[in-house]
């Protein structure tokens, strides 16, 4: 199996900008697609954007598009979520995921996705 750390998480103001690092050891991470989720005081763990093993395919969720950029470099064994434009409901701790390609492609359910960091704090104020 993968094992995944996440880095780069910080307190920033609105409109700054912070980048997520996704640290993969164990299997090799170019077997897997990957996903960022994120997960708010109170409320459940949410999709924010996926990247498959390739880097070939990414989907995003609505609320982040054009300001989150997912992506990732196999040779280093690293996937990243580049962050810009942040906004106050931002804020959340935010997780990386890994799943092995499927027919399902690139879903937004946790259930699809077996293996966690242990997520990254990220606050931002107004």
């Known amino acids: 199996q993968v094992q995944l750390v996440e880095s780069g998480g910080g307190l920033v103001q609105a409109g700054g900008s912070l980048r997520l690092s996704c640290a993969a050891s164990g299997r090799t991470f170019s077997r897997y697609d990957m996903g960022w989720f994120r997960q708010a005081p109170g409320k459940e763990r949410e999709f924010v954007a996926a990247?498959?093993?390739?880097?070939?395919?990414?989907k995003y969720a609505d609320s982040v598009k054009g300001r989150l950029t997912i992506s990732r470099d196999n040779a280093k064994n690293t996937g990243y979520l580049q962050m810009n434009s942040l906004k106050p409901e931002d804020t959340a701790v935010y997780y990386c995921?890994?799943?092995?390609?499927?027919?399902?492609?690139?879903?937004?359910?946790?259930?699809?996705?077996?293996?966690w960091g242990q997520g990254t704090q990220v606050t931002v104020s107004s």
């Open positions: 990247i498959s093993s390739s880097g070939g395919s990414i």
């Open positions: 995921a890994a799943k092995l390609p499927s027919a399902l492609g690139l879903p937004a359910s946790t259930r699809n996705y077996p293996y």
